[in-house]
């Protein structure tokens, strides 16, 4: 009966030994790389104000992400806090900039809306805790609304910092 399990400790043993030398093993490149737009990537705290300079909605988290297709084209996206707005822009990464034109609003379908004067200014905002953080601005204008009217949007990147929450 010893010899049995002295040899199964020595089985479960050389097991451990040979996994554990297996799972180590680092294959290839395990750096994942980065985006076309990763410097432009982030969620934003923005206040959206009227043409007429009625502020809409304060602090609504938005979020700025790369597209499937990686190809200097991100999302802008409210998922429904803001003035219900997703659509694709194009980006200049060098200048920061960004734009659309009657571009499709995924939160809204079957409308489109025209982004300009977008840009995202590094280190151009200060947060709710008094961090300096990145600044977004851009203007949107809805093709449903016929007034000329355009929604502004403004703010700053957030920092998951407990005292900048909103």
């Known amino acids: ?14 097991m451990f030994v040979l996994t554990a030398f297996v799972s180590c093993d680092e294959v290839g490149d395990t750096d994942p790389g980065g985006t076309s737009v990763e410097s432009m990537a982030g969620d934003w705290y923005i206040t959206l104000t009227d043409s007429d300079g009625h502020v809409v909605v304060e602090h609504a988290l938005h ?10 084209t991100m999302w802008i996206d409210d998922a429904k806090r803001g003035y219900y707005i997703k659509c694709k822009v194009e980006v200049d ?8 034109t009657a571009a499709d609003n995924i939160q809204d379908p079957g409308t489109k809306v025209t982004i300009t004067d977008g840009k995202i200014e590094k280190g151009a905002a200060v947060s709710k805790g008094g961090h300096k953080v990145d600044k977004i601005s851009f203007r949107a204008h809805f093709d449903y609304d016929d007034d000329g009217y ?3 949007y403004e703010g700053h990147k957030r920092t998951g910092f407990y005292e900048d929450e909103y």
């Open 1 to 14: 009966m010893k010899k049995l399990k002295l040899n199964i400790t020595r089985v479960l043993a050389v």
């Open 150 to 152: 355009d929604i502004l």
């Open 63 to 72: 979020s700025t992400y790369n597209t499937a297709a990686n190809d200097n």
């Open 93 to 100: 990464t060098k200048t920061g900039t960004f734009k659309a």
